[in-house]
């Protein structure tokens, strides 16, 4: 159902998802996540903070049954556990996660979000790769932080375990290693390639 519907849905609405998906990233106060829906398509962005996990809630249910099938994201993260709630939602509900890696950063407690897809679309990867030192887009991985952390980078390591389990609750356990490859206030953003062969995207181009 979720490749049929993107079938007909991209590459058609594809730029211009991607034109409000950019708006709201514009647009959108520091403390705040915006939901916003294009056709099928769902886009998150944002900082994730308590209480966004029932606002999404509350944006699905208010629409049509079935309209959605797909969460676009563009985030540097935010709370884990509201993350991991958010990614429940998601994975109840069938649904895509798409991250454009050319144009967006879906980083820290975000690539929880793009664990929850039952299908995860990676796309537009083919010039990122793996590292630290790069342009901030695509999916970026980092050691748990919290900002009560007596630590010089606010290193937490019970932050990083709970990154950890989510990581195996949604199916992708390899996802894991990558959570040590950067400091809480750096990030190692993966190519298409090592998250195809991780399993953390199951695809880097749409069907």
Known sequence: MVLACLRRFYPRALTAAAALAAGL???T???????GGKGALVLLAGPIKP???SRF????KAAPAGRYHAVALASGGGVIIEAVEIARIIRAEHMA???????????SACTILF?????????????????SNQRRTGLGFHDGNNALSLDAHHYSGRASGLVI???YEFGIPAAAQLVSR???????????ETALRLGIATRLTFP
């Open 29 to 35: 106060p520091a403390c705040a996540l915006e939901i």
């Open 115 to 131: 664990a929850g897809g039952t299908e995860r679309f990676y796309i537009n990867a083919g010039r990122i790769v793996d590292g």
């Open 165 to 167: 389990d989510a990581y």
């Open 97 to 107: 996660t798409v991250v454009d890696a050319e144009r967006f950063l879906c980083a």
């Open 57 to 60: 809630r509350d944006f699905l």
């Open 182 to 192: 950067a400091a809480p206030n750096q990030l190692y953003i993966v190519s298409g």
């Open 25 to 27: 990233v514009a647009t």
């Open 51 to 53: 209480g966004d996990s």
